[in-house]
């Protein structure tokens, strides 16, 4: 009985395995078995693979054809390994050699006329067969750009299965990647169009230098939504390593730009107060796919109107905020998700939200209830919170020389820098990411500069989570100032942050 084998490549999140494909000819009435756990779309494979392999010019072997996906305990979705299929069932009917298939891993969804379509997840797929070992990828010819992007391994594009047979048979050379066009970064709006407001200008550039989460204050029209928009534009580009992270979610997720998929500038990802915890955390029905806050990994999650999100939605940022990545079980498995971003928050003080706080109707009970949806456990992991002012007639038609993004990046970066460079040997890249164990022993500050927050816990107006966050805002400040280490100053200063109620 013919055996035949190639392989492809499933997702687990944003992580692949290698995936062997075994095509076996027998006796018996003519049918196709597929076995290894597929879903439905990959139970339809079946039919898409015989009607491309035929109108291909190739004929499909008569008798029983078993296609069996290995390992068999994992669970398989989408139609990615269509390629693998008809590759290993054309090597076991002889209509082509398997000697090309050795090493390969194929990739790509066959359309019923043997056009190769585009499929999600190419570049996580690739990494995976160079982690196994795999020296050689066939993808589609629309898929080559993303898959350029993995150094180690040979890709070559295939428009049509009729390709894809010629390569094996040695008749012709598949599409080879073009060299990389230079990244076309997105345009990223200018601080300097902001007008006014030089308390929460400088709370996003303290924001930006340490990586620390942010929560706006204030009535509408007075810049909240304007300052989150321009936080990218402070943040240092994205390395290689972390560039690859975050095109590697965007792949699975199917919203990457075909022309120019590396993503190298922080993602700026901000949805509606509609959405659905499914939607922000991650989820759908067998293996979950990413969320928002996974698309907004290494980069900023902006929840505009905070307050009308559904409670379930803000609580599920708990323990992410904390851990920098998502869990997520579904019958089929359980999947984790990287969701490292910096939060920003935006809410009106009241739901009548006057210009003027002194043209409210709302009673303080009204007010209290609205703000209370902001709860106090989500509260304490929000590091700077800030309260913005009604603009005058007098800023608004300001004109002044306000200092543009460039200006204020360059001073973020000399503060990234000394915060690398201080932590480096802990494996830390930011002050945000410091643990507060190692704030408090390793880096512990003199005891004249934290009384004011052994005060405020004393009180009962700081928890010890609220301390850490403290001392990692004193270090932000530090390194803004170009201080070697925090003073009662930087501290208090932080402390000040924390303090500042949105009522």
């Not at 295939?158 to 076309?184: F, K, N, Q």
């Not at 990218?232 to 997720?253: C, F, I, N, R, Y």
């Not at 309260?387 to 460039?406: F, K, Q, V």
Request: charged residues 20%; proline residues 8%; contains cysteine.
């Amino acid at each position: 009985m013919p055996i035949a084998k190639a392989w492809s490549a499933a997702l687990l999140g944003v992580d692949g395995r290698v995936i062997e494909i075994e095509a076996d000819l027998g006796g018996g009435l003519s049918r196709v078995t597929l076995v290894g756990l597929p879903d439905a779309g990959l139970r339809e494979a079946k039919d898409r693979v015989r009607s491309a392999v035929r109108n291909s010019g190739q004929p499909w072997p008569d008798g029983k054809v078993t296609l069996g996906l290995s390992p068999a305990n994992l669970p398989k979705m989408g139609s990615a390994y269509d390629l693998g299929i008809a590759a290993a069932v054309l090597a076991a009917s002889g209509a082509v050699p398997a000697t090309r298939l050795l090493g390969t891993v194929l990739l790509g969804e066959l359309a019923l006329d043997g056009r190769i379509r585009p499929v999600r997840g190419v570049l996580p797929g690739l990494l995976a067969a160079r982690a196994a070992g795999y020296g050689r990828a066939v993808v589609p010819a629309d898929s080559l750009v993303e898959a350029a992007l993995v150094d180690g391994i040979e890709v070559a594009g295939a428009p049509h299965l009729r390709d894809l047979v010629a390569w094996l048979t040695g008749e012709t050379e598949l599409v080879p990647p073009e060299p990389p066009a230079p990244a076309s970064a997105p345009e990223v709006p200018d601080l300097a169009d902001v007008v006014g407001q030089p308390e929460a200008r400088w709370a996003l550039e303290v924001a930006a230098a340490g990586g620390h989460h942010l929560l706006l204050t204030g009535p509408p029209g007075v810049g909240k939504t304007m300052l989150a928009r321009r936080l990218p534009g402070l943040l240092p580009p994205l390395s290689s390593e972390e560039s690859l992270e975050v095109t590697a979610v965007h792949s699975v997720d199917g919203s990457l730009s075909k022309a120019s998929p590396l993503i190298t500038v922080p993602p700026f990802v901000a949805p509606h107060y509609s959405i659905s915890i499914a939607a922000l955390i991650g989820g759908g029905s067998g293996i979950a796919s990413p969320g928002a806050i996974s698309r907004a990994h290494r980069g900023v999650l902006f929840l505009d109107e905070v307050c009308e999100f559904g409670a379930q939605c803000l609580e599920s940022l708990r323990t992410v905020l904390e851990e920098g990545e998502v869990r997520i079980a579904r019958v089929k498995g359980s999947i984790t998700y990287p969701a490292r971003f910096q939060l920003v928050l935006a809410t009106n003080p009241c739901a009548c939200a006057p210009p003027k706080d002194a043209d409210c109707v709302c009673s303080p009970t009204a007010r209290r209830r609205y703000l209370g949806r902001l709860s106090g456990p989500l509260l304490d992991r929000v590091d700077l919170r800030v309260r913005l002012r009604p603009l005058s007639a007098i800023s608004a038609h300001d004109h002044g020389t306000a200092e543009s993004s460039e200006t204020v990046r360059e001073r973020v970066l000399i503060a990234r820098e000394r915060a690398r460079r201080r932590w480096r040997e802990h494996g830390w890249l930011s002050n945000s990411d410091v643990p507060g164990p190692a704030l408090r022993r390793q880096f512990a500050l003199p005891a004249d500069a934290t009384v004011l927050l052994d005060r405020a816990m004393d009180r009962g107006a700081l928890s010890g989570r609220g301390a850490d966050r403290c001392l990692r805002i004193a270090w932000t400040l530090a390194d803004l100032d170009g201080e070697a280490r925090p003073g009662t100053e930087q501290v208090s200063s932080a402390l000040a942050f924390r303090e500042r109620v949105a009522a």
